[in-house]
């Protein structure tokens, strides 16, 4: 029974917000997605992929805490501008060597290593400037206290021992806490779940894309034009439809090749006959409303019929098995990644980080996998809510 003075989108809205899971399955999807949007600007480790690895570090649980000393990398890095690393991390000029004390000694500083065996004891020597610059060690040399350092770019410079002292102790000595803890390679697993769920969303959002636009498309003009037209599609739609969903999308996988932007294309590629089958029947329905003969009757072409007073009209359903669709293309993406086919590394996936770790389980260290299942699990869960949550409100029978 439609309220008075409501339009129907108030109306929907009303019947949403009244269902508590629907609305929590809402909250975490958009907060999902703006963990998403900001990825690397809340990430701890801001590098491309959160691919920081410090082996030393490798499998350490939540909560762990370490000091670092940032050694400066001798190599050339790739400049990016504030906005565009924001969206695709930076080249991390650093290398990271984590230690339980160290000590300043004739020009250089000497590290003892973390070690997870307290009986093991490494230690390991750096000139000064080799911390602070991007310089080697034929590049400097040591006369009186100063350091004299030939840059990069062939200019020389002066620094004492007491100056790059103070620089290490307060710019290139910090200490790190690893929320989530550390994977097998010794990256921060928050990080990882972090950036991977922008791969989550984008596999949801381009696979229903592809799925709504082929579907829609085949669906609309079988139902549309019937005979000839509809059986060809059709037949088309079954055959699909009785390949088993996992092994199509491995088949496709393997003709575009292991990627990124190919597993997005390879699910949507699968999911579209769904939508056909909805739509189809759903134009079959509406064809012989009175606007739609009197569309017919003062000469509107059947394409616009279709897609300018059929779609809008059946738009509902449409809604719905998009969000069906954005979880179970989600698991799909994760199922490849398991397997070895789907987003490859270093690109986080959450698929691939159980993969990973799922071994881990028998030696007391079942989180490192657990955590990445729990945020499919709760992503999954949210748009399934959401999905329930549209068909109740959708549903022009209830008050």
């Known amino acids: 029974m439609r309220k008075k ?19 929590a399955g809402m909250g975490f999807i958009l907060f999902a997605f703006f963990v998403s949007l900001l990825g690397y600007v809340i990430a701890p480790d801001k590098s491309v992929n959160s691919n920081t690895q410090v082996l ?4 350490e649980k939540p ?78 040399f040591l006369e009186g206290d100063r350091w004299n350092i030939t ?13 790059l002292n103070r620089k290490i102790r307060e710019e290139h000595l910090i200490t790190k806490t690893f929320l989530l803890g550390t994977d097998r390679f010794g990256r921060d697993m ?37 005979g000839v037209t509809d059986k060809i599609i059709m037949w088309l739609v079954n055959v699909v439809w009785s390949i ?24 949507g590629l699968t999911m579209w006959v769904e939508v056909a089958r909805v739509v ?25 019929i279709i897609f300018r007073h059929i779609l809008p009209n059946i738009i509902a359903p449409v809604i719905i098995i998009s969000a069906a669709n954005f979880a179970t293309a989600i698991l799909m ?24 770790h799922y071994g881990f389980i028998i030696v007391n260290k079942g989180y490192m996998a657990f955590i990445p299942g729990f945020a499919i699990m709760m992503m999954v869960l949210a748009f399934t809510l959401v999905g329930n949550g549209l068909r109740d409100a959708l549903d022009s029978k209830s008050v």
């Not at 990069?152 to 004492?160: A, F, I, Q």
């Not at 229903?208 to 829609?216: A, D, M, W």
């Open 63 to 140: 909560g762990f805490r370490v000091t670092f000393l940032k050694v400066r990398q001798n190599r050339p890095l790739q400049e990016k501008g504030k906005v565009k690393s924001w969206f695709t991390g930076i080249d991390y000029p650093f290398q990271l060597v984590p230690v339980d004390s160290f000590w300043f000694e004739s020009g250089n500083i000497i590290v003892k290593e973390y070690s997870k065996f307290k009986e093991d004891e490494f230690y390991r020597e750096f000139q000064l400037p080799d911390v602070v610059y991007p310089v080697r060690n034929g590049e400097t």
């Open 333 to 356: 993406e994760a199922g490849l990644s398991f397997l070895g086919i789907g987003v490859q590394p270093p690109v986080p996936s959450w698929g691939a980080m159980i993969k990973d």
């Open 280 to 304: 189809r029947g759903q134009v079959i329905s509406a064809r012989e409303a009175d606007y739609i003969e009197a569309a017919r009757a003062i000469g509107v072409r059947p394409m616009a």
């Open 151 to 163: 840059m990069p770019d062939g200019s020389e410079r002066e620094e004492t021992i007491p100056e």
């Open 244 to 267: 088993p969903t996992l092994l199509m999308v491995i088949a496709i996988t393997l003709v575009l090749g292991k990627g990124y932007w190919q597993v997005f294309v390879a699910v």
């Open 190 to 226: 928050l990080s990882r779940i972090i950036i991977g769920t922008r791969v989550s969303f984008s596999v949801g959002f381009i696979a229903v894309f592809i799925s709504l636009l082929v579907g829609i498309i085949l669906g609309g003009i079988a139902g549309y034009f019937r």
């Open 5 to 23: 003075g409501l339009s129907p989108g108030k109306i929907v809205w009303s019947r949403f917000i009244r269902n508590p899971l629907s609305l």
């Open 56 to 59: 030393e570090i490798a499998t």
